[in-house]
């Protein structure tokens, strides 16, 4: 976590968190477990707050914190096994549709119809086996919503099970939802095997500028990889604020590019649908 409460009710960032003035007694700023400050030392990477896993250091049931990492876990088992398509035998695998073209903003913001929305809601026929619990799938996604609904509903196990339909090329989930290193990965050696990716990362800090706004992720394995940004143009289609973002997992739908300056992939973001907030 990023974010943490201190006893008199204000809550502090990791990076303005110091023991001396702070004290020791932080919480989640959420549910109120007790959490501990874990600083950079040999590490490669940021500070952050945690739980211990014990007594009072545990995150109640219902905290956004403890839904979120579940979500995180689910995705990094299925980034961690990577498989060859190829040697997938399909007809185990449901398929689903994806076409998110539309999600993106594209040329036209009032074209764009507002269809999608229902997508998570809909019935469909497909259903998906798994330990004698049967769970409507959907067959068509034109949303990012859509995906984040699979994502969290779907354990890491149900999700192998799924192969996209991205414009007739099969692939599995893992491709499409990736991490900022593999963003990185696939955007320096131009291997782009989909038209637009999902990214999924937790942001650090969201800077906005007069011309840009940079939405930074957290550090991964000691590297910033990644970095989603919002031209100034674009940001009264883009409405989250600080508050709303920083400390969050998120996901990002868009096309990757690599910026060669910065050494980094990075995704434009020209409207809300592109970012969605794993609650
Ligand atoms: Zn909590």
């Known amino acids: 976590m990023q974010n943490a409460r201190l006893s008199n009710g204000q809550i ?31 590490r490669n990477s940021g500070p952050f707050f945690r739980t211990t896993g014990h007594n009072d250091s545990i995150h109640e049931d219902d905290c956004p914190e403890k839904r979120e990492v579940k979500t995180i876990k689910t995705l990094k088992t299925i ?21 998110l073209d539309n999600n993106l903003a594209g040329s036209s913001h009032g074209k764009i119809s507002e269809v999608n929305k229902n997508d998570s809601k809909k019935k469909l ?17 034109t949303s990012l919503t859509t995906i984040a609904n699979l994502l969290q509903k779907c354990s890491a196990e149900e999700l192998k099970k799924i ?3 991205i414009k007739g090329k099969l692939m599995l989930v893992s491709q499409l939802v990736i991490d900022q290193n593999k963003a990185y990965e696939i955007s320096r050696t131009g291997n782009f095997y989909s038209p637009w990716f999902v990214v999924h990362g937790k942001v650090r800090s969201v800077k906005k500028l007069d011309k840009v706004l940079f939405i930074n992720f957290d550090e991964q394995d000691g590297l910033k ?17 600080n508050e709303q973002l920083e400390g969050k997992h998120i996901l990002v739908h868009g096309k990757i590019k690599f910026n060669e300056k910065y050494n980094k992939a990075e995704i434009q973001i020209m409207w809300n649908k592109q970012l969605y907030i794993l609650k």
Not at 90 to 98: A, E, F, R, T
Request: a positive charge.
């Open 125 to 141: 026929n497909y259903t998906l086996n798994s330990k004698n619990r049967k769970k409507q799938l959907t067959k068509n996604i």
């Open 79 to 99: 980034n961690d096994y990577t498989v060859d398509i190829n040697k997938v035998n399909l007809n185990d695998n449901h398929i689903i549709k994806v076409n």
């Open 225 to 241: 990889p990644f970095t989603a940004y919002v031209f100034s143009g674009h940001y009264k289609y883009f409405t989250y604020t």
């Open 163 to 165: 192969a996209l339909d």
């Open 12 to 42: 502090i960032n990791v990076y303005e968190y110091d023991h001396e003035i702070h004290g020791e007694n932080i919480f989640c700023r959420h549910c109120k477990a007790k959490l501990i400050y874990v600083g950079t030392g040999n």
